[in-house]
């Protein structure tokens, strides 16, 4: 494999993430003054994307060009790949054109199987396993919010085997988190994800929802029903409707706690309206950092 893929947060150091974060909040501070570099100058990032995207495909975009570079979206379906080319013959074609690839498909297979033959970075834009860049927008928040990673305690309500929550372990371990996911049997994570992720971060599992978000600095949840999972809504939404964020479940929550969303919400179904919009929500925030932590990975990858 490329060793300067993003394809999980695996591929990612304690000291690397470190180096991301702080590039990520000085490219946030500098952002729109006259002197930034432009370390993407002369350079054009392919975005290949199998599924919708808001926020992934626009703050990739917006950051390839604010970087110095051109971004080239690529439905998969109108390109070749649709009609059956292989994800290996695609790579390497692809890497005799562009400088970086961003990867938005179903499976995590596939994401590995392009990488092997891609010799230009690979960057994961989501998974059915993996959101590495989400995960680094919201240490970012969190960082921001906290003053720090390490010792936060974060819970993670819903679906606990997505991945977002994959994704979740495996940067909790990494930055020091205390990390509790609140979910019911058959939306547990992979025992495997917990025990192979590294780090000093904690990671615990219940079934109780109060008991996940007690005494939590951050509360984060994600939708029931994560694309490609739609045959599944009905019994997914019955599963894991104890699980919702709401005004109620919040008062368990440590005194300065707030909320986290990855984006898009299904509002009133994980996440009622009241706290969304609340006072305790840094939702918004959390979005805008997608921009700042992406500019980071690229900066760091493609240059
Ligand atoms: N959070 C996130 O990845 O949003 P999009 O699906 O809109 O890109
Ligand atoms: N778990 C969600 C995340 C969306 C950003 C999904 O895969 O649809």
């Keep these: 494999m490329n060793t300067r893929d993003l394809l999980s947060l695996k591929d990612v150091t304690e000291t690397e993430l470190k180096e991301i974060l702080v590039l990520a909040a000085d490219l946030k501070q500098r952002r729109g003054l006259s002197n930034t570099e432009k370390p993407l100058t002369g350079k054009t990032i392919a975005m290949i994307f199998g599924k919708s995207s808001t926020r992934t495909r626009v703050s990739f975009q917006v950051g390839i060009y604010e970087l110095g570079g051109q971004s080239l979206f690529l439905d998969r379906n109108d390109l070749q790949l649709g009609r059956g080319e292989t994800m290996s013959d695609t790579a390497e074609v692809l890497s005799r054109y562009a400088h970086g690839v961003i990867i938005r498909i179903h499976r995590h297979s596939g994401i590995e199987e392009y990488s092997q033959h891609s010799s ?147 509002r009133g179904e994980e996440i009622t309206d009241e706290v969304l919009d609340g006072p305790v929500s840094i939702i918004w925030d959390q979005a805008e950092n997608r921009l700042h932590a992406q500019k980071a990975v690229l900066a760091k990858l493609v240059c």
């Design 120 to 266: 230009i970075p690979v960057i994961n834009a989501l998974t059915d396993q993996f959101h590495p860049c989400q995960l680094l927008a919201d240490l970012l928040t969190i960082q921001e919010n906290a003053g720090r990673l390490s010792g936060v305690k974060v819970a993670y309500l819903g679906d606990g085997a997505s991945n977002m929550a994959n994704s979740w372990i495996i940067a909790a371990k990494l930055a020091g988190i205390d990390l509790r996911i609140g979910a019911p049997d058959g939306y547990h994570p992979a025992g495997t994800i917990i025990e192979d992720s590294k780090g000093p971060g904690k990671v615990t599992v219940t079934n109780d929802p109060v008991e996940a978000v007690s005494d939590a600095n951050f509360v984060y949840t994600d939708v029931w029903v994560s694309m490609g999972f739609e045959d599944e809504a009905d019994e997914r939404r019955n599963q894991l409707r104890p699980y919702q964020v709401n005004s109620g479940l919040l008062t368990h929550a440590a005194d300065d706690v707030k909320v986290m969303h990855c984006l898009p919400a299904k």
